[in-house]
């Protein structure tokens, strides 16, 4: 699982590193011939190619000059362009090194800086930015500016935050990483890829039974909402529950019948097409069989809404609240701030940005410590949706979320997602894992059925069918880690 750190963070570990007896100009000398071995594998030979290296003031312009003299050695004819001396035009090159700014840079490029970077994006040559493109503000991926574009960035030592959030993630391009020997000692935040979610997937016995695989419990729908309910319980089918437990409102009950055959579906107490609180209590002995319970996709606002919710909570199950039950989530703390923290089972929260106010009290603004912030006042896992969805433990880990596209922004993807957490959970798996590892396959379910079908033609409905293949491709990450592109080109 690959380290994220903050520039401040990684600025304390390269000044203990230095303390410790690591010449700062050894490091410097060690991330430049990084630099100089992926730009020499970029042009594929050195002799009779041209470079040109556009250097900052700082250390990532010194990076940027000791490469290039490193790729002269090497036999490439190089041009180091000062940004303090910019001529207006870059002379024409194989590659374009980028060594303007640093991680640490937050601010909106200007004057030769800002001409820089843009001389650097209208240039035919392939870009390689050093540790982050110019004009990528580190610490949070926003892009204040101008920004360069990159074909490939060198994170030196680790990923920052800034090459995994979007914007910023979207100038990076190939992403590789430089290991110049710096320890890294205190670490918060993680990508997980396709081997970590392998690792910490439940194995099925040769002898097992649908009990014993994990049952789940879902309280969903409402008169008008009944797609939450459906996409909820298929994707927990698909993603390995033993059996659903589907509990909807008993008018309902004849539109569940035909769309969600493999699911029990249970008629409950109802109140104008809304399920009530006595829903939880005509559900207890089925409770009793299972593992997990899901709670809030499409069951409606108001009172009623309120009082399930409320009547979930003590439910001695570990929970996940998504949809408008998160709404009403927000209402029970407002009269008992302690009531999720006080369950003594793990809880999982699955906010998009609005309902994340409802939660915080205001919207979002960093999604990595807005999402750590919340997970540590209500004592639950909270996963922030988003382009860039986050997890974040009550305990201050954070797991940032590279697979998805712009493509699964449609309604009913989040039940999706929850149908998948609570299988997870159902199956055996504690709230985090099964959370940021949930994430990671419906983002790559999402990436399977655009790479068949295209962004645009993406809907909530195609999910569940894809998690077969996202499964696959996550089974043979156990043994031979690919790029997930590569392995999804395997399956089309």
Same mark, same amino acid.
């Given at each position: 699982?690959?380290?994220? @750190? ?6 304390a ?17 060690r991330?430049?011939?990084a630099?100089a ?17 556009? &250097?900052?003031?700082?250390? %990532? ?71 982050i ?5 580190g ?27 979007l914007?910023? !993630? ?22 997980? %890829? !396709? ?5 910490v ?13 994990? &049952? ?5 729908g ?8 459906i996409?909820?319980?298929r ?14 409102? &008993? ?10 055959? =493999?699911?029990?579906k ?20 089925r $409770?009793?069989?299972?593992?997990? @319970? ?13 009082? @399930?919710?409320r ?7 570990? $929970?996940?609240?998504?949809?408008d039950g998160?709404w009403?989530?927000? =209402? ?27 939660l ?22 909270v ?5 860039r ?11 940032? %979320?590279?697979?998805g ?6 309604g ?24 940021w ?6 983002? $790559? ?48």
């Open positions: 699982m690959d380290p994220v @750190l903050l520039p401040d963070e990684m600025r570990a390269d000044e203990a590193a230095i303390a410790a007896g690591t010449p700062s100009a050894e490091l410097m000398e991330a430049a011939h630099c071995v992926t730009a020499l594998r970029m042009l594929g030979r050195a002799y009779g190619k041209r470079v040109v290296v556009v &250097a900052g003031k700082g250390n %990532n312009g010194g990076d940027g000059i000791i490469c290039a003299r490193k790729l002269r050695a090497a036999g490439a004819s190089v041009t180091v362009v000062g940004v303090d001396e910019w001529p207006g035009t870059l002379p024409r090159a194989d590659l374009v090194i980028d060594a303007i700014f640093g991680t640490g840079f937050s601010r909106a490029p200007s004057g030769d800086g800002e001409r820089a970077i843009q001389a650097i994006n209208a240039a035919s040559a392939r870009v390689l930015s050093i540790d493109p110019s004009g990528v503000d610490a949070d991926g926003s892009v204040p500016g101008v920004a360069v574009r990159a074909d490939v960035t060198l994170a030196i030592q680790s990923l920052k935050i800034g090459h995994v959030s914007p910023g !993630a979207l100038h990076c391009g190939r992403v590789d990483v430089a290991d110049i020997g710096i320890p890294l000692t205190t670490m918060r935040t993680f990508v997980p %890829n !396709a081997r970590d979610v392998r690792g997937l439940p194995d099925i016995d040769a002898d097992t039974h649908k009990y014993r695989v994990g &049952a789940l419990a879902v309280l969903a409402s008169t008008g909402m009944t797609g939450a309910a996409l909820t319980s994707a927990a089918i698909r993603a390995g529950a033993g059996l659903v437990m589907l509990g909807v409102p &008993a008018s309902t009950l004849a539109v569940f019948e035909s769309a969600v055959v =493999e699911a029990i249970v008629p409950l107490p109802e109140s104008e097409g809304q399920l009530d609180d006595k829903a939880v209590d005509e559900m207890v002995d $409770l009793d069989r299972c593992r997990a @319970l899901a709670v809030g996709p499409g069951i409606g606002r108001g009172p009623r809404a309120v009082a @399930l919710v009547r979930a909570i003590d439910v001695p199950l570990p $929970l996940v609240v998504d949809g998160l009403a989530l927000a =209402e029970v703390l407002k009269d008992e701030p302690d009531a999720v923290r006080e369950r003594g089972h793990g809880t999982v929260l699955t906010p998009h940005g609005g309902e994340f106010a409802f915080a009290g205001r919207p979002p603004s960093d999604h990595v410590e807005d999402a750590r912030s919340l997970a540590d006042r209500l004592g639950a896992t996963h922030l949706k988003g382009r969805a986050v997890t974040a433990s009550p305990a201050g880990t954070v797991w940032m %979320n590279a697979t596209n712009p493509g699964a922004a449609t009913g993807t989040g039940d999706v997602l929850t149908g998948i957490v609570s299988a997870l959970i159902a199956q055996g798996m504690v709230a985090d894992g099964a959370t590892a949930g994430a990671y396959l419906h983002g $790559l379910a999402a990436d399977i059925v655009a790479a068949r079908s295209g962004e645009r033609s993406l809907s909530a409905h195609d999910l569940p069918e894809a998690l077969g293949d996202a499964f696959r491709v996550v089974a043979r990450a156990s043994h031979n880690v690919r790029p997930i592109r590569t392995a999804l080109e395997s399956l089309t």
